[in-house]
Nanobody, 123 residues
Framework: QVQLVESGGGLVQPGGSLRLSCAAS????????MGWFRQSPGKEREFVAY????????RYADSVKGRFTISRDNAKNMVYLQMNSLKPEDTAVYSC????????????????WGQGTQVTVSS
């Protein structure tokens, strides 16, 4: 019953920035841990970041730590991923996901998924 819709992807040059947004349906958004994952052709889905329901706890993959920031606005049912200093290896389809039962870096634990938004980092 939770629907997630990502937006904000696009083409950006190396070193540039993008902010992804994820809009969630429902009335219990603050109860969900929200995660961002990415997947490029021929590769498994990769954990990027998560944020707890209250926003008090965040975790990042080592590959994006210091460059990406996850945040949420529970009043608006929104979660964001600010991506700075983008690299070509960041190119992927980025998806947001919701986990009612806790926070984790494994995509298997997330119940609801958005359709994804393409991020391409290229000169």
């Amino acid at each position: 019953q939770v629907q997630l819709v990502e937006s904000g992807g696009g083409l950006v040059q190396p070193g540039g920035s993008l902010r992804l947004s994820c809009a969630a349906s429902g009335r219990t958004f603050s109860s969900y841990c929200m995660g961002w994952f990415r997947q490029s052709p021929g590769k498994e889905r990769e954990f990027v970041a998560y944020i707890s329901g209250s926003g008090g706890t965040t975790r990042y993959a080592d590959s994006v730590k210091g460059r990406f920031t996850i945040s949420r606005d529970n009043a608006k049912n929104m979660v964001y991923l600010q991506m700075n200093s983008l690299k070509p290896e960041d190119t992927a389809v980025y998806s947001c996901a919701a986990d009612r039962n806790g926070c984790g870096s494994s995509y298997q634990t997330y119940t609801y998924w958005g359709q994804g938004t393409q991020v391409t980092v290229s000169s």
